[in-house]
């Protein structure tokens, strides 16, 4: 299985990116862009549901 190394925008640190994922599919795309941890993805997701169900209520 190929991975790759990618450090993380918001944490800056080093997470693995394993062949088959979607992470693995858009790195392979845009090499240079710009990836976000698993971690980080779920305090994002976390935040944008608060404040979704803020605007609900």
């Known amino acids: 299985m190929i991975s790759y ?3 993380c925008i ?3 640190k080093e997470f693995k990116v394993v062949e088959g994922t979607r992470k693995y ?3 392979k795309q845009n090499m240079n862009g ?3 941890c698993e971690d980080c993805d779920r305090k994002i997701e976390l935040e944008a549901r ?3 169900l803020g ?3």
Do not use: E, M
């Open 10 to 12: 918001f944490c800056k």
């Open 50 to 52: 608060k404040g979704l």
């Open 5 to 7: 190394s990618i450090h």
């Open 55 to 57: 605007k609900l209520n």
């Open 34 to 36: 710009k990836f976000s």
């Open 25 to 27: 599919k858009l790195y």
